[in-house]
């Protein structure tokens, strides 16, 4: 059952390390200022697990007709916050690579991009944008929580901690207070 979450921090080589600390920098930053360091540890987990249970499940199918690699990696978690930040995003084009795409091809074109890094799972990066496409349009309603729920968890022990390490930014669960810290800054 542990591997339902630590298969997220397995690299088997340098560039695949790069690769994923690259994407998750920019991705899970992004989300991260917008849902807040609560709701972005909680939605990390759920997607991790949620992503290997759909891995496990079309694997044996997807194996028979082609050759799957596992999962592996921070990508299909990356992948379900890019899914999610594309289908709640009011633009309908973004520019990438200077040209204007509808978003809701952005991950879908990440997606083949992301077929040539390699130790890269091609089944893993889709189920983690499946699991961030349905969490997105509203499928996995369950995970949310309100905004004062992320409230109360951030005066509790392990993000009061995070709160307190130097030059670790930490975005409050509220949106008030999230919006008072930008002003602030």
């Known amino acids: 059952v542990h591997r339902l979450i630590t298969y997220i921090f397995i690299y088997q080589d340098l560039i695949s390390l790069a690769c994923g600390a690259v994407i998750t920098w920019y991705f899970a930053g992004s989300f991260e200022k917008n849902v807040g360091t609560v709701k972005h540890c909680v939605l990390t987990a759920a997607f991790s697990v949620l992503s290997a249970l759909l891995y496990l499940l079309l694997e044996p199918l997807v194996s028979r ?27 309908r084009r973004a520019l990438l690579f200077g040209w204007g795409v509808p978003v809701v091809l952005v991950p879908w074109l990440g997606l083949c991009i992301a077929w040539f890094v390699p130790q890269s799972s091609l089944l893993g990066n889709l189920c983690g944008l499946l699991v961030g496409e349905a969490y997105g349009l509203g499928y996995c309603f369950c995970l949310d929580f309100p905004e004062s729920v992320g409230s109360k968890l951030d005066r509790v022990f392990p993000f009061t901690l995070l709160k307190r390490i ?10 008030a207070e999230r919006r008072a810290s930008e002003n602030s800054t």
Not at 65 to 77: C, E, I, S, T
Not at 166 to 175: F, N, T
């Open 65 to 91: 007709l082609l050759p799957v690699g596992d999962a592996q990696g921070f990508m299909p978690v990356a992948f379900a916050m890019l899914g999610v930040s594309t289908t709640r995003s009011r633009m």
């Open 166 to 175: 130097p030059g670790l930014k930490y975005i409050p669960g509220s949106s």
